[in-house]
């Protein structure tokens, strides 16, 4: 059941959304291409949603446009940080064989959630909020998730590294150090 100021808050949201949707979509469409601009109306709608209560009641749009431009920038940013991480993947690629093995051992050893998780992320190129949907979690405990996952993936794989450059020099077993 609605409660009542649900449903005064909701229609307020769809008041603003009916005045500043359109204007935002021309807004960033002229600045990116279709689908980012797309990407990046769901993100401004979602702010606005969210932080509702702090949209001007007179005046939306230019509050809004100055969401969309840091929720562009957040896009903007996050495409650069994928390329640089997918020329660093190309670049330091080991030879055919050896990196797939290392790399699919340590996914390996990873729990099914943490693999799946990157699996989203990597293989399917989803942003931790769509990621969220695919889960059914909320964005922020995606992005938390899948922040723990990559690192706990980095850890196996530099564990490996070190493990065979090392040797294990300095321990003995049961962990502790001679």
């Not at 009641?57 to 997918?86: D, F």
């Amino acid at each position: 059941m609605v409660t009542e100021p649900d449903a005064e808050r909701r229609l307020r949201f769809e008041r603003v959304v009916g005045q500043v949707y359109e204007p935002l979509q021309r807004f960033l469409l002229r600045r990116t291409d279709p689908a980012t601009a797309d990407d990046v109306l769901g993100d401004v709608l979602l702010v606005l949603w969210r932080r509702l209560d702090d949209v001007p009641a007179g005046e939306p749009l230019p509050w809004a446009y100055g969401v969309a431009r840091g929720c562009l920038g957040n896009a903007r940013r996050s495409a650069a940080r994928q390329e640089r991480l997918v020329e660093r993947i190309a670049r330091e690629r080991p030879a055919a064989g050896d990196g797939d093995d290392r790399l699919a051992g340590a996914l390996e050893a990873l729990p099914e959630a943490d693999r799946e998780l990157l699996r989203l992320w990597a293989w399917e190129q989803l942003p931790p909020r769509e990621i969220a949907v695919v889960l059914g979690v909320s964005a922020n405990a995606a992005t938390i998730r899948l922040h723990r996952a990559k690192r706990r993936l980095r850890n196996l794989l530099g564990e490996r590294k070190d493990a065979h450059a090392a040797g294990h020099e300095g321990l003995r077993e049961g962990g502790g150090a001679r």
